[in-house]
């Protein structure tokens, strides 16, 4: 049995997902996952720190040989999770935090139904478009792309367990390390140390 908790972080491209991940992974010790990618990296983005990026071919063989948890095609490439490192963090009592697309969320939650998926969105989708654009990384398709997506991603709300709004990047890593913690406070999460507590009673 498993005794760390499986935790996914997901929600459209540009509503912050990716700090809140990076401040969590930097404020505590939940351990990341790190994804295998067939994108280029971005200048100053490390293989086996941001990404592991490889072929096409050699993720083919990966995808062959079973490595992965879950594997999607975004925006024409593909992203997806190793499974080993995941499960041995988890058996030895790691939190692991995930960040993926609403596809990869999806799949995993089919996999691994006690994952905790937090789904992150801006307030409106103004704000969306904006930190779209202020990026620069976006060419006018690939942002009006990205804004569709959004919304398709927001109608399958209803298989995500949290939805927090990021207005403030502070205020929604505080959010989701709240519901961090209450996940970690859930009875079913703390059954031997009640069961210590009551051999002591
Ligand atoms: P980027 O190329 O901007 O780093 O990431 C593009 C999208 O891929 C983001 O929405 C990110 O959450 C998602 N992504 C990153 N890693 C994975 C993964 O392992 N699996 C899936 N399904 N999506 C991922």
């Known amino acids: 049995m498993e005794k760390g908790l499986l935790i996914v972080i997901s929600g459209p491209s540009g509503a912050g997902k990716g700090t809140i991940y990076r401040n969590i992974i930097e404020r505590t010790d939940i351990k990341r996952s790190v994804s295998v990618t067939t994108r280029k990296p971005r200048p100053g983005e490390i293989d086996g720190v941001d990404y592991f990026f490889r072929s096409e071919e050699e993720y083919q063989q990966m995808i062959a040989a079973g490595e992965f948890l879950e594997t999607a095609e975004v925006y024409k490439n593909y992203y997806g999770t190793p499974k080993a490192p995941v499960f041995e963090n988890l058996r030895n009592g790691n939190d692991v935090l995930f960040e993926v697309d609403v596809h990869g969320a999806k799949s995993i939650k089919k996999k691994y139904p006690e994952a905790i998926e937090i789904f992150i969105m801006t307030p409106d989708f103004d704000v969306l478009e904006k930190r779209l ?69």
């Open 133 to 201: 654009r202020g990026r620069g990384t976006e060419t006018e398709s690939s942002l009006k792309t990205r804004l569709g997506s959004a919304k398709r991603e927001l109608s399958k709300y209803e298989m995500f367990d949290y939805i927090v709004l990021n207005d403030d990047a502070e205020e929604a890593t505080a959010r989701v390390l709240d519901i961090i913690t209450a996940e970690k406070c859930r009875v079913k999460n703390n059954t031997d140390i009640i069961q210590k507590l009551l051999n002591q009673a």
